[in-house]
């Protein structure tokens, strides 16, 4: 069974999402990157979905099951590119993908993570002192 | 109103829900509707098609190109001989669910289309009519 | 039913004649000098009718317009109305075309036929049948294009009358001017949504100064558009809220979520150019 490739950036980890996904590859996903970011320690995850035409709530609830689990593992999750014809078409479903950040392209999304990574790191620095 | 082109394809496996997705993108790309439509027809498909697979037990999907004057439209039946759903006002409020996650499924479908119905019994199964007009 | 028809023949052999009495009837009924198609184009457009007319006659089903050998005319009358249309006449006019053809073809078929009178019958009957299709087929391809022509306008009225500009970069600003309709902010969202991919723009301006009433529809769209352009990864800021609007909104329990508004586009624009990280200053005189 062929699975979604998760590249390594860095301290943060990109899933580019380009197939039309059935659900258990879906689930696999879930799977194997909660696995990944315990090995990695990685800070942050990039779940790309420019390439995707259409999110249902299976998907939905797949994305904001990542956000989730991530940060119990101390990372936090940016979905970035969603199409046009996507955002409506959740908003008329009613998915609001609580709790998970939004960014325009993955340049964007970096950047966002960089900055909570770092309001993070910094918080702790503070509370020590 | 007359029926161009019909259909009938089965939804009992995963696999078989993204056919579903992608015979309705294809359709709803020939009936030329807008990019939106086309994707709150596939989603609401696939929402649908996922409800017959896996809470149905596996069913159904008749598909029907109909025109209607001069307006062109897609109508889509699902149907499987699962369990039913023994409560169907309860079912089509928002945030109800089942076991199987059939909660947003049905809800969601109905906003996205243009017509929608639904029949079900316990012990027999279900069918639900979607259609979009162009 | 296939019968040899007498008509195909009529028409070829008194082609030059037919086409001069029917270019007359035309011009006698006002489609000649000084009208909108000249007397070439009426030339030319009568000789390709009369040959395609010979051609789909000949299979002697006079009768029966579905059939295949008639699509080059019914192809012909579809492109000869949507030039009608947008040459600008009516669709009556654009009939006549056709039905000042029975004239001189009748009086033909009367004097080719006269031996035998019920033959003259038959085709003129069956003439008759035919070109009154075709008249009507041109009547329902002219009254289509019209209708396309319409359609047409309408999306590009929607377009000049909703145009979503850049302010900055990284800030599009839509103005929206005149009442709004369920279908055309529908419309506007998509593309205002389609902009902001397109540019890569993290705020968006939607401006309702021009907006004179907002119903709980409009109001719910609205709303719609701005949850769309955050999932997107995107922000929202509403201008030209007028005290009378924000009470209407409030009195329809339309909960805007923490949707920045402001009074007017010059304040919504300082807040964007803010939240981008630029500051603006004056130049020292």
Known sequence: MDRIPILRMGEFLLVTIQVDMHDRLALALQDDLTSRIEKTGAKGVLIDISALEMVDSFIGRMIANISGMSRILDAHTVLVGMQPAVAITLVELGLTLEGVRTALDVERGMRMLRSSISETEGNVVGHQE | MSVIKSDVMQVRTEQDIVHVRQAVRKMTQELAFSLVDQTKMVTAASELARNTATYGGGGTLRWEMLADGGKKGLRLTFEDHGPGIPDLSLAMTDGWTSGGGLGMGLTGAKRLVNEFEIESKVGEGTRVTIARWK | ?285
């Open chain 3, 1 to 285: 039913m296939a019968k040899a028809s007498r008509t195909a023949g009529i028409l070829k052999k008194y082609e030059k004649e037919l086409l001069a009495e029917w270019l007359a009837e035309l011009k006698a009924g006002g489609s000649g000098a000084g009208s909108r198609v000249s007397d070439s184009d009426l030339q030319t457009q009568t000789k390709e009718f009369l040959t395609l007319l010979v051609g789909g006659s000949q299979h002697g089903n006079v009768g029966e317009l579905d059939r295949a050998e008639w699509a080059p005319v019914r192809e012909f009358l579809e492109g000869l109305s949507r030039t009608r249309v947008e040459q600008g006449f009516s669709s009556d006019q654009t009939a006549t075309f056709i039905f000042s053809f029975k004239k001189p073809l009748f009086a033909r078929v009367r004097k080719e036929l006269a031996a035998d009178p019920d033959a003259v019958v038959e085709e003129t009957w069956a003439i008759t049948e035919l070109l009154d299709k075709l008249g009507l087929h041109t009547i329902k391809a002219f009254q289509k294009t019209r209708e396309d022509v319409i359609g047409r306008q309408q999306e590009e009225l929607l377009e000049l009358s909703t145009p979503v500009v850049k302010l900055w970069e990284g800030v599009l600003a839509l103005p929206m001017i005149g009442t709004l309709d369920s279908a055309r902010t529908q419309v506007v969202m998509e593309s205002l949504l389609q902009r902001i991919v397109d540019t890569g723009s993290e705020i968006a301006i939607i401006d309702i100064t021009g907006v004179p009433t907002v119903d709980t529809l409009v109001a719910q769209h609205l709303l719609k558009t701005v949850t769309a352009i955050r999932l997107m990864g995107a922000d929202c800021i509403i201008s030209g809220v007028r005290p009378q609007i924000a009470q209407t909104i409030v009195h329809l329990g339309v909960d805007l979520q923490g949707v920045t508004t402001k009074a007017n586009l010059a304040d919504a624009l300082a807040l964007a150019l803010k939240r981008s990280g630029f500051t603006v200053t004056k130049a020292k005189a």
